[in-house]
């Protein structure tokens, strides 16, 4: 009888092994208020920490955008020169970019460089059909900034019809011209075409520079005119 009641004491009462293995397997306020201190001032320094980076890379945001719009729209003129100066727009012979007369809409008549590309351009938008035979042609105005005057030579009014206009970059504000001199074997940089002093015809110059301007930023890009070539043969 003894050794029963015994026994079931013992179930009712756990042994003091169990109770004191239970209390430590709990955390204690203390242990949470820390933990959540700890936790909290974790929190505060990750914080401060991608703050403090955005605004290290907040403060140049401008200048990067600045600089990758400048690259592009160099490689962009670079491309479309070189196509311009490759088959079948560009001939052995003669100048695939050279100063022509054009008349903008609503303003006189000028001298531009001028170059043709066969399949148009990328920014073209047609108010119609899309056409070949693209005679372009670059002009710089001021508070406009780089403007693409184009049409095609299959333009039913090519020749009496203004061009049309598409801008390229609202932050060019100059472009000027190198000429090589190869009597003095030297370069000249010109704000307007040069003219040949015998003829008065307008000189093709072999370098093209432009300025971009975003509020104190300023960069100066210079693109090489290319050659025309002749094709690679059919084999």
């Known amino acids: 009888m003894k050794a029963e009641g015994g026994k079931r004491r013992a179930e009712r009462h756990p042994c003091t092994r169990c109770r004191t293995f239970g209390?430590?397997?709990?955390?204690?306020?203390?242990?949470?208020?820390?933990?959540?201190?700890?936790?909290?001032?974790?929190?505060?320094?990750?914080?401060?920490?991608?703050?403090?980076?955005?605004?290290?890379?907040?403060?140049?945001?401008?200048?990067?955008?600045?600089?990758?719009?400048?690259?592009?729209?160099?490689?962009?003129?670079?491309?479309?020169?070189?196509?311009?100066?490759?088959?079948?727009?560009?001939?052995?012979?003669?100048?695939?970019?050279a100063p022509q007369e054009v008349r903008p809409a609503n303003a006189n008549s000028d001298h531009l460089l001028t170059f043709e590309l066969p399949e148009g351009s990328r920014l073209i938008a047609w108010p119609t059909q899309p056409l070949p035979e693209v005679v372009c042609s670059l002009l710089v105005r001021d508070r406009q900034g780089l403007v693409l005057l184009w049409h095609s030579r299959l333009e039913m009014h090519f020749a009496d019809d203004p061009p049309h206009e598409t801008l390229i970059s609202p932050f060019v504000t100059a472009m000027a011209y190198d000429y090589f001199?190869?009597?003095?074997?030297?370069?000249?940089?010109?704000?307007?075409?040069?003219?040949?002093?015998?003829?008065?015809?307008?000189?093709?110059?072999?370098?093209?520079?432009?300025?971009?301007?975003?509020?104190?930023?300023?960069?100066?890009?210079?693109?090489?005119?290319?050659?025309?070539?002749?094709?690679?043969p059919n084999y």
């Open 23 to 97: 209390a430590r397997s709990a955390f204690t306020l203390l242990e949470l208020v820390l933990a959540l201190a700890l936790t909290a001032l974790l929190m505060v320094g990750l914080n401060w920490f991608v703050f403090s980076m955005g605004e290290l890379w907040g403060k140049n945001t401008d200048k990067r955008l600045f600089e990758q719009h400048v690259r592009a729209v160099t490689r962009f003129l670079e491309r479309e020169m070189l196509t311009a100066a490759l088959p079948p727009a560009g001939k052995v012979g003669q100048t695939a970019i």
């Open 181 to 232: 001199d190869t009597n003095l074997k030297r370069w000249t940089t010109e704000t307007a075409l040069q003219r040949d002093t015998a003829s008065g015809d307008y000189l093709a110059p072999q370098r093209i520079r432009f300025t971009f301007t975003y509020g104190t930023l300023t960069k100066e890009t210079m693109i090489s005119l290319p050659i025309a070539t002749e094709g690679l």
